[in-house]
């Protein structure tokens, strides 16, 4: 028996994708070129399978606020938010995300992941305390729950009905119980449906948790998420974003009305036991939130990029996850099919996210496009002529013949 027995099955899938050509987790960006555009092995791609929603990584807002906070205050805070790590800045975005949001209080931490991994695991903790979760979760709200030691009961994903079925059947003894959704769901693309979901919870007496990474610039009037698309802001109990997607940065919040939020910074181990994110991080985001809240027409121009590319791929005859949005899931019938075509796709200079099993829901093998602000109309032509190529040399990964 060896310690590396375990990376057998690991070793000959990477071998099956290599065979399949370029190796799809390890694309190195040689030289950016703009949001949507980079250089990988020599070859300009068109970016479209990016997180980089509103597209806003090269605004010189945020660029010139980095480069002061580099000069004023170093390359980094050499500690945790609990210790020396809390500078002015951080205390900073956490009011103007307060303020943006419309809650009381809002915690920053170094990354989305260490932000759902410390509030989950500081707010439910066993045994008396219980974790709702929809199946089809980011792994860091898994690993919130794993860090937690609570017992976590998983629902099936956007199911309402599920989740009022499993609050009816705890036992008494539970006492405090946190059901955790996501707003738009990062693979497919989907919507949670937030408002039963509430309704639910509440009536079970249990708190809401969501996570708007994905959504949170995306969706409602002013940005805020899904949660604010369906008039619910009030009435979630919390909600946590990243500073990895719109606001094109690094770190992670929690936002919350209730004051025992407070209480996460003294008691959430991925709040107390890492490094804060750096002032230039910090700073580049809190002027990226402030472009977002003053610039209603980067979502426009967001969903008009959305629903065009959306409209020409009907025609197609893929199968889609999710219905129109930022995100355009293809579900391709196997690994191996899923493998060639995202080849394909870089062959015609079009670089999406490949996603297969284990790590997808369903077990599904899929190429993930994401779509944004900054896509130009030759960007979208690129995309789309790249698409329709497929269909034609993929016929197999279709669910009905091209128009
Ligand atoms: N939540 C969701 C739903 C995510 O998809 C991700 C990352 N892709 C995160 C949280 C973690 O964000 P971060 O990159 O800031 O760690």
């Given at each position: 028996m060896s310690l590396f027995d375990k990376f057998e099955k690991t070793a000959s899938l990477y071998?099956?994708?290599?065979g399949a050509g370029r190796d799809p987790f390890g694309v190195s960006m040689e030289e950016m070129k703009g949001p949507m555009r980079a250089i990988v092995k020599g070859k300009e791609i068109v970016l479209a399978g990016t997180n980089n929603y509103l597209g806003l990584t090269f605004e010189d807002d945020a660029i010139n606020a980095a480069k002061r906070a580099l000069e004023e205050q170093g390359t980094g805070t050499t500690g945790s938010r609990f210790a020396n790590g809390t500078y002015a800045g951080h205390r900073e975005i956490e009011s103007a995300l307060a303020e943006f949001l419309g809650f009381s209080n809002c915690v920053v931490f170094s990354t989305g992941y260490q932000a759902n991994l410390g509030a989950i695991a500081a707010l439910v903790q066993p045994p008396n305390d219980v974790i709702l979760l929809d199946a089809d979760s980011h792994a860091c709200l898994y690993d919130g729950c794993q860090l937690s030691g609570a017992q976590t009961i998983r629902f099936h994903h956007n199911s309402p009905e599920s989740?009022?079925?499993r609050l009816s059947r705890l036992d008494p003894s539970i006492t405090g119980k946190l059901v955790c959704i996501e707003g738009m769901y990062s693979m497919f693309g989907d919507v949670a449906p937030v408002k039963e979901f509430v309704e639910v919870a509440h009536k079970h007496g249990a708190y809401l948790y969501l996570d708007e990474a994905h959504s949170f610039g995306v969706?409602?009037?002013?940005?805020?998420?899904v949660a604010e698309a369906e008039g619910l802001m009030d009435q979630v109990d919390f909600y946590s974003g990243t500073f990895s997607k719109s606001l094109c940065s690094i770190g992670?919040?929690?936002?919350?009305?209730?004051?025992?939020?407070?209480?996460l910074r003294f008691s959430s181990r991925p709040y107390m036991f890492t490094a804060s994110p750096s002032p230039a991080n910090i700073a580049a985001?809190?002027?990226t939130l402030k472009h977002i809240s003053a610039d209603a027409s980067l979502r426009e121009r967001l969903w008009s990029n959305a629903k065009r590319i959306h409209s020409a791929f009907q025609q197609l005859g893929f199968d889609y996850c999710a219905p129109v949005g930022p995100v355009i899931a293809v579900r391709l019938p196997d690994k191996q099919t899923a493998f060639l075509a995202w080849n394909f796709l870089m062959d015609n200079g079009v670089y999406v996210n490949l996603a297969i099993p284990p790590g997808t829901p369903n077990a599904a093998s899929i190429l993930r496009l994401s779509v944004s602000a900054a896509h130009t109309t030759k960007d979208l032509d690129i995309i789309v002529q790249a698409y329709t190529a497929l269909a034609e040399n993929f016929q197999s990964a279709l669910v009905t013949t091209p128009a």
């Open positions: 071998k099956e994708l290599l989740l009022d079925k969706y409602g009037e002013n940005g805020r998420g992670g919040f929690v936002a919350s009305n209730h004051p025992e939020l407070e209480y985001a809190t002027a």
